[in-house]
């Protein structure tokens, strides 16, 4: 059966060639300029208040842009950006331990298996020092030595320190530094917030994104938006497996409305899996915890030796404990990236070595840490993920090994974008988790919030400049062909939401669906059961729009209504997933496909056939294939090896 077909390559023309390491700032020199009194002129509209929108309104509107920034959330401080935990990297090499921004690029090509760009990773190694400044004189309040110096821990898949931390809420503190900036330039008259409001259109006008149709969350209306540039920054699309550590409002809508509208969705079967996660407690849940990657600094993952041993993890004796990170790979252990612990983790449970409920789990003990550093010393590092996971299970860490397990967590396809983080689609740009650009198979832990502001403090500002230099572009208005087409687009899809008045309710569709993706396109994939997947997702898409149920109105608050129009969409990506998965025959990142494995069990790359960007455009009957090679100048692909 065809399930795609094959367009003409895509490139990314805006990179320039010539030595990695004076890309960027030849970029920076290239690009044309916009002249402060003109920036007046031109408006800009985000979409997402995360740490990349936040960041990005902030610096924009800072530079003298008129900023329109919208989010669903009630307010703009609670994107999820605020969930993350461990820390965020930076080249400081503060521990002298031998860090530099060219081994930041090292090691996050090689943690994305070989399937990110140079040019992209190397520029966010570079900015990546300039955060933690940006983030000082902000207020943030890293972690911070006896000495006052700003502390580091390590993290996955490296073997230097260059994590700056705040406890176990980064997230927040770098969120709570860009809402700052923000509420700064609100209170100016430079941007114009609009919270509870949800993007369910991009406006495409000429051939450029002029502006967005969004719902008003409260009230029900629908309105436009125009501007001379939008940016998206709406996070990933890790939902689409229902359960996740991701907050539940969090949804694929902004990025997938763009994507059918023309701009290339990449890689979309590139999820991450967290191997630190706080196991399913039962089918009541509609999400998963995580914890914090950084506790695998001190804490130690093991399961007993002997398939069913339903001892308590006191009574198994050191003798009977397979430390099996520790054991397979030695020159890492614990810290291995994260795609290699959660693979790790299932097949230690697979074996019916796994602990808890269902066997689906594994202990992180951080007895020997306690002696070694004493209680205090812990409570310190990691005291409220510790408070966090007794409040959640009921167990004192403390006392008892903690249990974990694998889980959706970040999604490192996205919108395709060139090096200037525009998209396919002129005037559409996408920033931080929305796009694809740097973490290729696998993202390396504490890089997601680097990324989110580097894009938005310090990318993006400098490139969106290149395309508003043409601007302002022709004033539109409501009644504009292009404009009245989107907005009743949004009408009908509403209406027709509403009109199947069905039996079966919004969530267990969903839960369904994310079941079918978690079993057939999450950790461990195989072409029969990516098949099998593919007819049971669109059986089940066409069963949703003749059997779901959404009570109430579209004039009024109706989180059925948001909730219904986010899982219609995710049917669809899924789809597309599913056809991304079966497409890719090797084993890469956290993909791992059955039939391409090493004799000892390990992932095995297809470098020959698959080293490039999968960037698919959206058509009726079936997608359009646009493969974009990557180049290897300075990290050649190897075998990724952590033993």
Known sequence: MELYREGEPIQDKAAPDGPVETRWERRKFSAKL???????????????????????????????YRVRSYCYQDSPRRAHSIAAQGGINAAKNYRNDGDSVYRLFYDTVKGGDFRARESNVYRLAEVSANIIDQCVAQGVPFAREYGGLLDNRSFGGTQVSRTFYARGQTGQQLLLGAYQAMERQIAAGNIEMNARHEM?????????ARGIVVRDLVTGEITTDFADAVVLASGGYGNVFFLSTNAKGCNVTATWRAHRKGALFANPCYTQIHPTCIPESGKHQSKLTLMSESLRNDGRVWVPQRAGDNRAPGDIPESERDYYLERIYPAFGNLVPRDIASRAAKNVCDEGRGVGPGGLGVYLDFADAIQRLGRHTVEEKYGNLFEMYQRITGEDPYQVPMRIYPAVHYTMGGLWVDYDLQSTIPGLFVVGEANFSDHGANRLGASALMQGLADGYFVLPNTISNYLAAGPFDKLTVDHPEVVEARQAVTERVKRLLAVNGDRTVDSFHRELGHLMWEYCGMERTEEGLTKALGLVRGLRDEFWSRVKVPGTGEELNQNLERAGRVADFFELAELMCIDALHRRESCGGHFRAESQTPDGEALRNDDEFSYVAAWEYATGMPVLHKEELDFEYVHPSTRSYK
């Open 34 to 64: 916009v002249n402060p009194a003109n920036r007046r002129k031109l408006t800009v509209i985000v979409v997402g208040t995360g740490l990349a929108g936040g960041s990005a309104a902030a610096t924009l509107a800072e530079a003298g």
């Open 200 to 208: 369910l259109e991009l406006i495409v006008v000429d051939g450029r």
